[in-house]
């Protein structure tokens, strides 16, 4: 069984569906359109380890992330290893089932919507703003820019998406999430 399919069953006991909208703010006055999980090009699992870290301190999470043609399924666990959210996306529609009630240190809706603007292949620029990306020797870098000002930057090896470390910096919320991929799995189209 897979292993976010396998951690969601724990996850739908703990909480309750909420279905939220596509378009999430990813910068203040800068709307994300969520992206098809097709767009992602492939399908594939990811094991990893998120930490963030802001001027409020630092927190761990462990995070299960398949994505495959019709649906993207995001788990995350708390440090004891039990079920904080899990969040399914499968184009239209993004359903969010939280174990920890409001307690959680991001809202999950963001975090995929960080998520995909650091993994998926091509991102469009959101409206008023440009993505611009760049490779520096083995360095690979994306950033959302608004009036000159970088407000989002991505940087990983070069290579696969999940390349780690791969690191998040917000700049104007004021947060950076560390990534690492323990394991990736090819899933069966």
Not at 2 to 18: E, N, P, R, V
Not at 116 to 142: D, H, I, M, N
């Amino acid at each position: 069984m897979k292993l976010a399919q396998s951690l969601a069953l724990a996850a739908l006991a703990a909480g309750c569906a909420t279905p939220a909208h596509r378009a999430l703010p990813l910068a203040r006055g800068v709307e994300f359109d969520l992206l098809s999980p097709a767009r992602f090009g492939r399908s594939v699992a990811l094991d990893q380890v998120v930490r963030f870290s802001s001027a409020q301190g630092e927190r761990r999470m462990h995070c299960a992330l398949e994505i495959e043609p019709t649906e993207l399924r995001l788990v995350a666990l708390t440090p004891f290893e039990t079920p904080a959210f899990f969040a399914t996306f499968g184009g239209e529609s993004l359903t969010l089932e939280s174990a920890l009630g409001e307690t959680l240190p991001a809202d999950p809706r963001l975090i995929l919507a960080d998520l995909q603007f650091a993994l998926w292949p091509a991102v469009p620029a959101p409206r008023s703003c440009e993505v611009r990306e760049r490779v520096e020797g083995q360095a690979w870098t994306r950033e959302l820019v608004r009036d000159g000002r970088v407000l989002v930057r991505v940087r990983r090896p070069v290579g696969e998406p999940w390349a780690s470390p791969l690191v998040y910096e917000h700049l104007e919320r004021g947060y950076v999430l560390t990534v690492e991929t323990l394991r990736c799995e090819t899933l069966a189209p």
